[in-house]
């Protein structure tokens, strides 16, 4: 039986599916560039960062990390084109809010032994400030042997309070 998100979900596309014409896109982002942003359900990249359908590629993790970004932005950059990274981090994320102990410690109690161990030596990559989070995060893709020099690379705050978005780096 499904579940009332599912069913809200089959009923969206629907309406979405309706009307769609945009099926003729092109499989390479048509700007070249892609969008590193956090899963934060508050924000909505295509809205608040002027990103229409076939634009750019939008990858999304907890944090808006590059590290877990890595594999994505080579794939999108070296079979798909793209040759720019905005990445866009915002205020109240919770990965500012704890740490890998805390992380580990709370799998480890609603998951037993069994998912802490499936875990072990996960870093679950969270920090302590926003700005340098930004910063740290421009270095490492600008310092990896995998993302070509000339990629352009920025970095910005999304404010989830104002819907505004500043440049860091």
Not at 24 to 47: E, F, G, N, Q
Not at 51 to 77: F, K, M, T, W
Not at 84 to 97: A, F, N, P, R, S
Request: net charge negative.
């Amino acid at each position: 039986m499904p579940t009332p998100i599912q069913e809200n979900l089959v009923d969206r596309n629907q309406e979405y599916a309706a009307d769609f014409k945009d099926g003729h896109l092109d499989l390479p982002p048509a700007k070249k560039y892609a969008v590193v942003t956090c899963m934060d359900a508050r924000i909505d990249p295509a809205s608040a960062f002027g990103i229409s359908l076939g634009d750019a590629h939008v990858i999304r993790n907890a944090g808006g990390s590059s590290h877990e970004a890595l594999r994505s932005l080579v794939i999108s950059e070296q079979l798909l084109g793209t040759t720019e990274i905005v990445l866009i981090k915002h205020t109240g994320c919770g990965m500012l809010t704890f740490s890998n102990q805390d992380a580990h410690g709370v799998v480890a109690q609603n998951l037993g032994a069994e998912g802490e161990a499936e875990l072990d030596g996960l870093d679950f990559l969270p920090f302590e400030n926003l700005e340098q989070g930004v910063k740290d995060d421009v270095a490492f893709l600008k310092g990896s042997k995998a993302i070509p020099d000339f990629v352009s690379v920025s970095g910005w705050i999304y404010e989830v309070e104002t819907g505004k978005v500043k440049p860091v780096l």
